[in-house]
Protein backbone atom coordinates (compact mmCIF):
# COMPACT_ATOMS: atom_id res chain seq x y z
CA UNK A 1 0.00 0.00 0.00
CA UNK A 2 1.18 3.60 -0.83
CA UNK A 3 -0.63 6.75 0.88
CA UNK A 4 -0.04 9.77 -0.84
CA UNK A 5 -0.15 13.17 0.49
CA UNK A 6 -0.59 16.40 -1.16
CA UNK A 7 -0.14 20.03 -0.39
CA UNK A 8 0.32 23.48 -2.10
CA UNK A 9 -3.38 24.00 -3.39
CA UNK A 10 -5.04 27.53 -3.33
CA UNK A 11 -5.80 30.41 -5.15
CA UNK A 12 -3.88 32.94 -7.72
CA UNK A 13 -4.39 35.20 -10.15
CA UNK A 14 -3.36 35.00 -13.81
CA UNK A 15 0.29 34.63 -14.23
CA UNK A 16 0.95 33.66 -10.66
CA UNK A 17 2.83 30.43 -9.95
CA UNK A 18 2.35 27.69 -7.51
CA UNK A 19 3.93 24.53 -6.46
CA UNK A 20 2.38 21.24 -5.57
CA UNK A 21 4.14 18.81 -3.34
CA UNK A 22 3.13 15.19 -2.95
CA UNK A 23 4.78 12.72 -0.34
CA UNK A 24 4.48 9.57 -0.46
CA UNK A 25 5.08 6.86 2.21
CA UNK A 26 4.01 2.75 2.70
CA UNK A 27 5.63 0.38 0.28
CA UNK A 28 7.53 3.21 -2.01
CA UNK A 29 10.36 0.63 -3.09
CA UNK A 30 7.36 -0.57 -5.43
CA UNK A 31 7.06 3.09 -6.73
CA UNK A 32 7.76 3.07 -10.51
CA UNK A 33 6.54 6.48 -11.40
CA UNK A 34 5.30 9.38 -9.59
CA UNK A 35 2.80 12.29 -10.90
CA UNK A 36 0.66 14.92 -11.46
CA UNK A 37 -2.80 14.25 -13.14
CA UNK A 38 -5.32 16.99 -13.16
CA UNK A 39 -9.23 16.99 -13.74
CA UNK A 40 -11.51 18.72 -14.94
CA UNK A 41 -15.69 18.69 -14.82
CA UNK A 42 -17.02 16.55 -17.25
CA UNK A 43 -13.68 15.70 -18.70
CA UNK A 44 -11.25 12.50 -18.23
CA UNK A 45 -8.61 12.66 -15.72
CA UNK A 46 -5.55 13.71 -17.91
CA UNK A 47 -2.10 13.51 -17.23
CA UNK A 48 0.15 16.54 -16.66
CA UNK A 49 3.60 15.58 -15.87
CA UNK A 50 5.37 12.25 -14.09
CA UNK A 51 8.65 11.73 -13.08
CA UNK A 52 10.30 7.65 -13.86
CA UNK A 53 12.58 5.92 -11.60
CA UNK A 54 15.41 6.54 -12.98
CA UNK A 55 14.77 10.52 -13.40
CA UNK A 56 12.96 11.02 -16.47
CA UNK A 57 10.19 13.18 -17.22
CA UNK A 58 7.47 13.77 -19.73
CA UNK A 59 5.23 17.19 -19.42
CA UNK A 60 1.94 17.31 -21.20
CA UNK A 61 2.75 19.65 -24.23
CA UNK A 62 0.11 22.00 -23.14
CA UNK A 63 2.32 22.95 -20.29
CA UNK A 64 6.06 22.01 -20.86
CA UNK A 65 6.54 25.60 -21.30
CA UNK A 66 5.10 26.55 -17.97
CA UNK A 67 5.35 23.45 -15.43
CA UNK A 68 8.38 21.45 -14.22
CA UNK A 69 8.45 18.29 -12.28
CA UNK A 70 10.99 17.21 -9.78
CA UNK A 71 11.92 14.83 -7.39
CA UNK A 72 13.22 15.16 -3.47
CA UNK A 73 14.42 11.65 -2.70
CA UNK A 74 15.51 11.90 0.46
CA UNK A 75 11.61 13.08 1.38
CA UNK A 76 9.97 10.46 -1.10
CA UNK A 77 8.51 13.73 -2.37
CA UNK A 78 7.32 14.95 -5.89
CA UNK A 79 6.85 18.52 -7.23
CA UNK A 80 4.89 20.16 -9.41
CA UNK A 81 5.62 23.57 -10.01
CA UNK A 82 3.45 25.63 -11.76
CA UNK A 83 4.50 29.29 -13.20
CA UNK A 84 2.62 31.41 -15.39
CA UNK A 85 -0.69 29.55 -14.50
CA UNK A 86 -3.48 30.70 -16.72
CA UNK A 87 -7.47 30.39 -16.19
CA UNK A 88 -8.02 27.30 -18.20
CA UNK A 89 -5.46 25.37 -15.20
CA UNK A 90 -8.12 26.05 -12.69
CA UNK A 91 -9.41 22.02 -11.72
CA UNK A 92 -8.24 19.72 -9.11
CA UNK A 93 -4.86 18.16 -9.70
CA UNK A 94 -3.94 14.65 -8.34
CA UNK A 95 -0.54 12.87 -7.26
CA UNK A 96 -0.52 9.59 -8.39
CA UNK A 97 1.95 6.62 -8.21
CA UNK A 98 2.78 3.65 -10.43
CA UNK A 99 4.33 0.22 -8.60
CA UNK A 100 6.18 -2.17 -10.66
CA UNK A 101 2.58 -4.44 -11.14
CA UNK A 102 1.15 -0.86 -12.64
CA UNK A 103 -0.96 -0.33 -10.34
CA UNK A 104 -1.97 3.03 -9.76
CA UNK A 105 -2.32 5.03 -6.09
CA UNK A 106 -3.85 8.25 -5.96
CA UNK A 107 -3.87 11.34 -3.42
CA UNK A 108 -7.01 13.25 -2.08
CA UNK A 109 -6.66 16.03 -4.71
CA UNK A 110 -6.26 19.77 -4.58
CA UNK A 111 -7.83 22.54 -5.94
CA UNK A 112 -5.89 24.71 -7.74
CA UNK A 113 -7.98 28.03 -9.09
CA UNK A 114 -6.50 30.80 -11.37
CA UNK A 115 -8.37 34.12 -11.13
CA UNK A 116 -8.39 35.96 -14.73
Known amino acids: QVLLVESGGGLVQSGGSLRLSCTASGRISNINAMGWYREAPGKERELVAVIRRGGTTHIQDSVKDRFTISRDSATNTVALQMDNLKPEDTTVYYC??????????WGQGTQVTVSS
Open 96 to 105: NAENVNAHNY
